[in-house]
């Protein structure tokens, strides 16, 4: 059996069509979905990209592999082992269509990096360029005698969201210049972004202007997305090879007061889709609500490759899940961290999640501590931290149960707390013009 890791880097789940979405964002994806399995409730628990990648391709939390921010010191302990590595030991030609570098490129035979054309227009074609690496690797890999393990990393729909055309018009039709429009005045002006989102959207008033761009930026990975689909069946894989897909977080898109980056644990950046298909393996057309996680997708994806799973990965295989067994997933209660523009954990269950900031005051002037009734306010809208502080002091003591279990357990420091906040701001004002 082959395998083939897709990390589509910034997707939301809710916002592809296999997931409910109103647009009609991602045809090829949503075909996928009805050919194999979709879980419904997956989550990334450790955000933004580099810890999120570093617990999908490892099956560890950051309380074991360490790496909890974008640092650009942080180094991945040589002792915890990736996915390549372990397939890699058993046989398996490995390759990876990725930039990250750095440990991410631990255990392939081949890394492929990549970079993509800015469109004159103003698009950027960055799924476009992926493929190239993509199919690259798929004809090395097809002409290898020993099964693949191929890792591919989009960028759509990253920040900044510039699909190229004719995507770029796709799910927008007004004048997003509208001077009467002044929708954008908060995200423009705000201090921390205002130059970054200014270099990127210029003169734009309209706030539903970029929300499209990001669906037309799915749509425009979905067709990429086609082209790797479409030369695993000219190849005569498609029969033989697992496809698991997934992303590494989400994105915020104005629900609160957050604008187009992935920061914040609500669920907009944490939920995120999973949808595997392998004819013959997979059930098709199954739809799980049972709650997973990506740390659970390594060991999920070497037991169906027949490798053993060892204690080393925190993460619980999902495979009983497709077959009836474990209906409420791998884990009852999920803790989540990020560690970027600020540093919080929260504790969600299917119930409840309280989010805990590290530092105060917070740049988005969002509370120290936040706790949302899921089932009666899925968008976390409305905190209840004073209504309910019994369930937000029962949440925090199972947290700090969580965290001192985990430093017993490996024998190291909170990362959290030894690694600092990454980012201040994002872009630099514009030159002054000589005179």
């Not at 790797?228 to 005569?236: H, K």
């Amino acid at each position: 059996m082959n395998l083939l890791l897709i990390s589509l880097d910034t997707t939301r789940a809710d916002h592809l069509g296999c997931y409910g979405w109103r647009r009609n964002t991602s045809p090829h994806l949503d075909r996928l979905a009805a050919e194999g399995t979709l879980f419904e409730r997956c989550f990334s628990p450790h955000i933004p990209t580099h810890p999120a990648h570093t617990t999908m391709l490892t099956g560890c939390d950051v309380m074991r592999h360490g790496i909890v921010a974008n640092s650009p010191t942080a180094e991945l302990a040589p002792g915890v082992r990736t996915l390549a590595e372990r397939l890699k030991e058993r046989g398996y030609w490995t390759g990876a269509a990725d930039n990250l570098g750095r440990w991410f490129s631990r255990g392939f035979d081949v890394y492929e990096g990549y970079s993509w054309a800015k469109d004159p227009q103003g698009g950027w074609r960055k799924g476009e360029a992926v493929t190239r690496a993509a199919l690259k690797l798929l004809d090395q890999a097809a002409a290898q005698t020993q099964p693949f393990f191929l890792f591919l990393h989009y960028w759509d729909p990253h920040t900044p969201y510039l699909p190229p055309a004719p995507f770029h018009r796709m799910f927008y039709g007004g004048d997003e210049r509208d001077r009467a429009n002044r929708s954008m005045e908060p995200v423009l002006n705000f201090p921390p972004f205002m130059h970054y989102f200014r270099g990127w959207m210029g003169d734009v008033t309209d706030i539903e202007f970029p929300k499209a761009q990001y669906d037309a930026s799915i749509a425009y990975m979905d067709l990429c997305l086609h082209h790797v689909f479409q030369r695993l069946e000219e190849a005569g894989l498609a029969e033989s090879t697992l496809v698991a897909v997934t992303a590494d977080h989400g994105e915020e898109l104005d629900e609160h007061a957050m604008w187009f980056d992935h920061h914040g644990l609500y669920d907009t950046n944490v939920h995120v889709p999973l949808i595997l298909r392998l004819p013959g393996t997979v059930p098709a057309g199954l739809r799980l609500p049972g709650q997973v996680r990506l740390t659970d997708l390594a060991p999920s994806l070497l037991e169906l490759a027949g490798v053993p799973v060892d204690a080393e990965m925190q993460g619980r295989s999902f495979v009983p899940m497709l077959s009836g067994g474990m209906p409420g997933g791998t884990a009852d209660t999920l803790f989540l961290t990020e560690c970027t523009w600020m540093r919080k954990r929260a504790v969600r269950t299917s119930e409840w999640k309280l989010i805990v900031a590290r530092d105060h005051p917070d740049i988005h002037g969002r509370p120290p501590v936040e706790l949302y009734h899921l089932p009666s306010d899925p968008g976390e809208q409305r905190n209840v931290v004073e209504q309910r502080p019994e369930v937000a002091a029962a949440l925090r003591v199972e947290l700090e149960a969580w965290l001192e279990t985990r430093r017993r357990e490996t024998g190291l420091p909170d990362p959290l707390e030894e690694q600092e906040i990454t980012l201040r701001q994002i872009g630099k004002p514009p030159a002054p013009k000589s005179s």
